[in-house]
């Protein structure tokens, strides 16, 4: 809904102070917004393309004059988010199919990060990748919102909820139950919340 | 030798066209002179620019089986045009492909009204076409065209084999090669085709790009029935019947998969053109009709199976080499 891609039934949405609503996935992108979905797989990225096609996919229309996409351009930009999220690969030709699960889940973040996105939703970044994978997704998380980026997490893992957030909204059946500051941060009120007990 | 296997199977239409061709033109004199292939070029311009159409929608991982009755309307209609009415010839080209165009936004309208893929809308549009196109013309073949239209197609250039519908044809291919390989709107049909939901998911307009898609098949659908029409010189329902199957296998033996998001244009062409020189080459063995529809039936569910077993040997490579990487990364733990 936050992206457009779902019309939303009820309510009001401000980007930057300015009252928006998007008709599609696209609007959303030319406003700075980019999902990384939660199944990066089947939603999130182009797995039988390489790398170097998968960063810029999100850009192809900025990297283009006159239509065409500059090859120099797209391999400046990929070169770029390879090294700056640390993307471990042999080469920027390589399929993303082939990388490991916290390499890919890299790669959405660099798609993101390369479409000039300020408001970065992450849906369930950490879903299927080990533990190291995990703290370096964290560090960069932490490193983008301190570089001035909007980030909505949306998590079912408690810990990553509690550990990262600064502020908590608790959906039940699509209505906002409740909303946390840091200070009233606990275990117990988020699951009050998320099972509709306390209203 | 690996360099050449990779070329071998990336480009495979070109190899066994290549070979096809060496076979002819040792078996058949005059194969190779430039008249010869010229008029092999002229035959089937129709079919390459049809091809240009069609492989938009596949590398975009869906399919159109309407393209052969859908051409023959376009036809018939043109060829009424020409003999019953005194609207100047420039005139009813531009209309017969501005009602291509419509008939191809019409059926993308149904697939995003209905919300099913294309191919089988069309299939149920190409009975319903093959339908009006028999009643529009009672069945008879629309013929006598006037000689000015017929040029449109007919007319030489430099070489009285070089017609105007192979510059065409070559101008129409180049272009959409180029728009494929090069453009942003090329790598967009490449998402789609690659992970549609990905693509909708990563700002792509994917009803819009299927709009577009959806026109420029039109385009050249109806470019191709005013170019088919002026080099028989008739017009009949049943003209193109059947363009769909042959252009579908063309793109198949030019490696576009079924399920989209791959191939080359170059390729493509390959595809067509052996296809042509296969019914060619069968027709001048004098084989009976019906036993080159049994061949080109075959020929099709080879290349179906083909896909589908380099597919599945893809998935295993991939899993094979991804153990690897990940067992060579252990050891360096270790």
């Known amino acids: ?199 | 030798m690996r360099k050449a296997t990779d070329f071998c199977q990336k480009n495979l239409a070109v190899v066994l066209l290549v070979i096809a061709g060496v076979i002819f033109s040792l078996t058949t004199a005059n194969f190779l002179s430039v008249t010869n292939i010229l008029n092999i070029l002229n035959q089937n311009a129709y079919m390459l620019i049809a091809m240009c159409g069609v492989s938009l929608i596949m590398i975009g991982g869906d399919l159109d089986m309407s393209v052969g009755y859908h051409m023959s309307i376009c036809g018939v209609l043109c060829a009424m045009m020409l003999t019953r009415t005194n609207i100047p010839i420039w005139l009813i080209v531009i209309m017969t492909i501005l009602l291509s165009v419509a008939l191809a936004i019409f059926t993308t309208f149904l697939t995003e009204l209905l919300s099913i893929p294309r191919i089988f809308v069309t299939i149920g549009e190409a009975t319903l076409f093959q339908g009006i196109a028999y009643v529009i013309t009672n069945s008879k073949t629309v013929s006598d065209l006037p000689v000015g239209f017929k040029q449109i197609a007919q007319g030489t250039v430099l070489h009285p084999s070089l017609t105007y519908a192979t510059l065409m044809m070559i101008v129409c291919v180049c272009v959409m090669g180029f728009v494929l390989s090069k453009t942003y709107f090329g790598r967009h049909v490449f998402a789609m085709g690659g992970n549609l939901t990905a693509a909708r998911l990563a700002g792509i307009n994917v009803r819009k790009m299927k709009y577009v898609i959806g026109i420029l098949i039109g385009f050249f659908v109806g470019a191709a029935a005013v170019l088919l029409i002026g080099r028989t010189g008739a017009a009949a329902a049943n003209t193109a019947a059947g363009v769909e199957i042959n252009v579908l296998t063309g793109i198949l033996l030019g490696g576009v998969s079924i399920r989209g998001g791959e191939g080359k244009l170059s390729n493509c062409v390959a595809g067509i053109l052996l296809v042509a020189l296969i019914s060619n080459g069968m027709q001048l063995a004098g084989w009976n009709p019906y036993y080159q529809y049994i061949a080109k039936g075959a020929i099709m569910l080879c290349v179906l199976g083909f896909d589908m077993f380099q597919m599945r040997r893809r998935s295993i490579l991939n899993n094979q080499r991804k153990e690897e990487t990940a067992r060579s990364k252990g050891n360096a733990v270790k």
Not at chain 1, 60 to 86: C, M, N, P
Not at chain 1, 92 to 116: C, D, F, H, M, Y
Not at chain 1, 189 to 198: H, Y
């Open chain 1, 1 to 199: 809904m936050l992206c457009g891609d779902v019309k939303p039934v009820s309510g009001t949405m401000e980007v930057k102070g300015a009252a928006r609503r998007f008709a599609s996935v696209s609007e959303a992108v030319d406003a700075g917004i980019a999902l990384m979905p939660e199944d990066r797989k089947a939603e999130g990225l182009f797995m039988d393309y390489s790398i170097d096609w998968n960063i810029p996919s999100m850009s192809f229309k900025r990297l283009a004059r006159f239509g065409i996409v500059s090859q120099k351009r797209v391999d400046a930009l990929t070169d770029k988010y390879v090294a700056a999220l640390k993307i471990k690969t042999p080469s920027t030709r390589q399929i993303v199919r082939l990388l490991s699960g916290g390499n890919q889940q890299k790669v959405v973040v660099a798609r993101a990060l390369a479409a000039e996105s300020d408001i970065l939703i992450f849906d369930e970044p950490t879903r299927g990748i080990d533990v190291g994978a995990k703290q370096e997704i964290y560090k960069l998380m932490n490193q983008l919102a301190e570089d001035g980026n909007a980030i909505i997490m949306i998590t079912s893992d408690m810990e990553e909820l509690l550990g990262m957030s600064d502020r908590i909204v608790v959906l039940y059946e699509g209505r906002k139950t409740g909303e946390l500051e840091k200070n009233e941060f606990s275990q117990d009120r988020v699951l009050e919340l998320a099972s509709g007990i306390a209203s």
